[in-house]
């Protein structure tokens, strides 16, 4: 006797196993450096993640960021980088760690790739940023790569000094050629005594252009630049040491939130947030509600509980009756205010895109960030939806996107398909933060239908040229372009190509989430004044 799996267990089914693959993916990242972690440690070193964790306040929580980078390529997975955003002394962090045991912290084009977006989410949400150095500067063979592209690291570091916004330096070991420039250009620099080295020639190097015979010390240690080049500011005894004048450094910053105080008590939500593996489909052209995720990420608002300011609901839900494959509302996350786009059904359609152009225009009126929850194949297509104005509609909607100041959330849980994930505001909308549910899926458009497309264009070329298509022949590359637009469209393809923030546990959302939006409050929120014109 056979049993058939419920449809919410066969979810579930589905998401744990993602889940369990995504772990082993993640754990790559942290055993990068392979054998080389035991030398590390046996030499009295700490790993990139070790420094991290004595850096941050006991019991708080460390965000990580892009730790698949590079997943796919030739390097090792994450990049040689550890980085994120971590609490210091109660002041909200950008971390970025070398891993010196991948390569010795050498940079390759991936790295680069991660720490220019770690310099970007430092910008725009004002945090000072520490770097834990420990590098070998460029990986040579790619030299070709990131030599050019390169430089914006140190031009990031001085501009984010001219705005106020402190760079902190903590040297541990090498920090040769280009690397010298990190603490070269920060605020704060800490070295730690006998193992930093910043030169930007190691004494073979000056050996062959100059002919100097010298050491290590004389030319970049940590003594020497404390006492006698000035280029280090503290010197520290041992790599505790460097995270405890880290830590007081932080202390001294008299740093202070400069942005909106969210609400001090709130209730978890209403619903549970575990409950998330049941939701996504194992076919994602099966469509879901929104609302059973939203109702699991929000705050609450449970009998005797003083969420959402006295609010009789946890999502207000706006124009619900127009539009309705698109969901759009008001809610409260750890007591931040919040305003969500969802997709209710795949396709956006006209009703939708004028919806959504309404919706963030009045987040821009009144100052109220945006989170958009991604489950689309994009705008309507066919003769009637063009004569009805697809294309000015949904310009409109990405006119709104595009030109809106508050600042935006993504999380893609489902289907992210051609414009779809531009109007939803994908990566190149500058979403504040990007993150993917293992679910996800992203390409100009699903696999099937790309491939479908081929297929057709290949058989009216066969007819115009007056010979027979080779439906059977033509059966073999249409099963190929599938597989390899699905294979493109997974999100650890995007992740490693860093296209997101990372790749989370659904049941993890809530807290991610509420991370950004702290983070976000560092300033204050102004929205949109104008949108340009829209096209009616």
């Not at 150095?133 to 140190?154: C, H, N, V, W, Y």
């Not at 402190?166 to 010298?180: D, E, L, Q």
């Not at 920060?186 to 190097?205: R, T």
């Not at 100052?367 to 689309?376: E, G, K, M, Y």
């Amino acid at each position: 006797m056979t049993t058939t799996e419920a449809p919410e267990q066969a979810r579930r089914s589905a998401m744990e196993a993602k889940l369990a693959d995504l772990h082993a993916e993640q754990t790559k990242a942290v055993e990068a450096g392979g054998k080389y972690i035991a030398r590390h440690q046996e030499r009295g070193k700490l790993t990139a993640r070790e420094r991290i964790d004595l850096l941050v306040d006991e019991g708080s929580a460390f965000l990580e960021l892009m730790p698949l980078a590079g997943w796919g390529s030739d390097f090792a997975v994450g990049a040689s980088l550890v980085t994120g955003i971590g609490v210091v002394e109660g002041v909200e962090c950008m971390i970025v760690a070398n891993d010196p045991t991948v390569k010795g912290g050498a940079l390759n084009p991936w790295s680069l790739r991660k720490n220019f977006r770690a310099a970007e989410i430092a910008e725009k949400n004002f945090l000072p940023t520490i770097n834990l150095t420990e590098s070998g500067g460029a990986d040579l063979p790619t030299q070709k790569e990131i030599f050019i592209p390169g430089g914006r690291g140190f031009r990031d570091l001085t501009r984010a000094s001219a705005r106020k916004q402190p760079t902190i330096s903590v040297v541990f070991g090498n920090s040769t050629a280009g690397g010298a420039y990190v603490p070269g250009m920060s605020d704060y620099v800490i070295m730690v005594k006998e193992q930093a080295k910043v030169f930007l020639a190691g004494p073979p190097l000056v050996k062959m252009a100059t002919g100097e015979e010298s050491d290590d010390e004389t030319l970049g240690g940590a003594e020497m630049h404390s006492r006698i080049s000035g280029s280090s500011d503290f010197l520290a005894v041992d790599e505790h040491d460097a995270i405890r004048l880290a830590r007081r450094t932080v202390a001294r910053l008299n740093w202070r939130k400069q942005g909106a105080v969210p609400a001090t008590t709130y209730a978890e939500p209403d619903l549970d947030p575990e409950d998330l593996l049941d939701l996504i489909p194992t076919d994602l052209k099966e469509p879901f509600d929104p609302r059973e995720a939203i109702l699991r990420i929000v705050d609450g608002v449970s009998p005797g509980s003083a969420a959402g300011g006295g609010n009789e609901v946890a999502f207000d839900e706006f124009k619900p009756l127009y539009g309705t494959a698109l969901c759009v509302g008001w809610a409260q996350l750890h007591g931040h205010p919040i305003g969500i786009l969802a997709n209710a059904r795949g396709v956006l359609m006209s009703e939708e895109a004028q919806k959504a152009a309404q919706f963030i225009q009045l987040a821009n009126q009144k100052d109220t960030p945006l989170l958009f929850l991604h489950n689309t194949t994009g705008y309507m297509v066919g003769a009637e939806y063009e004569q009805g104005g697809i294309i000015k509609h949904g310009a409109m909607m990405i006119n709104a996107v595009s030109n809106s100041k508050v600042p935006h959330l993504t999380v893609i849980m489902g289907a992210s398909y051609g414009a779809g994930n531009y109007g939803m505001n994908g990566r190149a909308y500058d979403p504040r933060f990007l993150f993917t549910w293992p679910s996800a899926k992203s390409s100009v458009m699903g696999p099937a239908q790309l491939a479908g497309v081929l297929e057709i264009v290949a058989r009216e070329s066969a007819e115009k040229k007056g010979q027979p298509f080779d439906a059977e022949g033509f059966a073999a590359v249409k099963a190929m372009v599938e597989a390899q637009i699905e294979e493109q469209s997974l999100p650890y393809v995007l992740s490693g190509m860093v296209y997101d923030d990372g790749v989370i546990d659904p049941r993890d959302t809530r807290t991610v989430l509420g991370i950004c939006l702290s983070v976000i409050d560092n300033q204050p929120i102004e929205g949109a004044m104008n949108f340009g014109v829209f096209r009616m």
